[in-house]
């Protein structure tokens, strides 16, 4: 991670852009949509064909502003597209996200192969605007759509031996070019405690800015955690399995002195080769103030019993 610093020189013009630009635009679509004007002045680029309906508001991300959806889903981390920021969204173009299954196996009463409706289709879809604070010291903050974990799971019927939940992004070269370059061990893996899956932060993203899942971001269906660096939020998932012992996890086994297993955004515990004391934010542009980076990113409140007794000023 962090392979290479970006240059001012390679800075994507759409970070440079003004926010208010992109502002202006939606307001100018909304207004335009009130008016009753939106007829006359959609153009086949703006039709919003992948619409989520029924998707609940709910509390969370009160006193958050969205980053530019432009930036949310063309500056990415997601190397089986390769390992430039801009790379996913052209390489993911044409990934085929649908028909998708997502295997449920390990300690659950229900194990099998769900096809994705069948896995989402029971449940409300719900938005959560929640903060994204990357290993590499920047954020964003993202109106994700999706379902709580712990609802998924309470599905499957977990067994008093799980312990963890792991994860599995689609192992498939053909579609994901970056695989077939040997940055990690693919598949993508990644896992969570059980107590850290069943928290009610933990989402199962299937959208955002009610939108389904772009391919960059993860379609169909990705994790959320929203109080852990964000390479643990693995994105394409196609293997969800309960396990009693904890699983591997891609980083963490590529570099274990550098990414944890817990990987909880902690300020004042540093990454050895940078500070994780501050934070870039996407979507200010590259060389305005950097903000002062959270513990548990903001989510101590809700999340911080997880961990006690446990010394947070050692690195997991
Ligand atoms: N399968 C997979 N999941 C992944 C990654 C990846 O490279 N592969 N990158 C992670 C990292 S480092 C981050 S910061 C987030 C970025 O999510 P976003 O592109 O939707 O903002 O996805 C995470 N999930
Ligand atoms: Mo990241």
Known sequence: MLIKQKKSSDIASSEITSKSVFMNRRHFIQA??????????????????????????????????????????????????GTSKDDPVDAAREFKAKPWK???DGEVGKPGDYNFEDLVSPHKLQERIYRLRCVEAWSMVVPWVGIPLADMLARVEPTSKAKYVAFETL??????????????KWPYVEGLRMDEAMNPLTLMAVGLYGEELPNQNGAPIRLVVPWKYGFKSIKSIVRISLTEKMPPTSWNRS????????????????????????????GEGYFSAK????????????VAGLYTGMDLSKYY
């Not at 192992?171 to 970056?178: C, L, T, V």
């Not at 959270?294 to 409140?301: P, R, V």
Request: hydrophobic share 35%; glycine share 8%; proline share 7%.
């Open 32 to 81: 335009a949509a009130a008016s009753g004007l939106i007829g006359s002045i959609m153009t086949p680029d703006m039709a919003d064909a992948s619409a989520l309906s029924g998707v609940g508001k709910t509390p969370y991300g009160k006193g958050l502003t969205p980053t530019d959806q432009k930036l949310v889903t063309s500056y990415n981390n997601f190397y089986e597209f």
């Open 102 to 104: 997502v295997t449920i």
């Open 171 to 184: 192992h498939d070269p053909e579609q994901m070019p970056g695989q077939h370059r040997r940055v990690l």
């Open 255 to 282: 570099a274990a002195r550098e990414y944890g297993f817990y990987a909880n955004v902690n300020p004042e515990v540093s990454h050895p080769r940078w500070s994780q004391a501050k934070e870039r934010i996407i």
């Open 291 to 302: 903000k002062e980076t959270l513990m548990f990113n903001g989510y101590s409140e809700e």
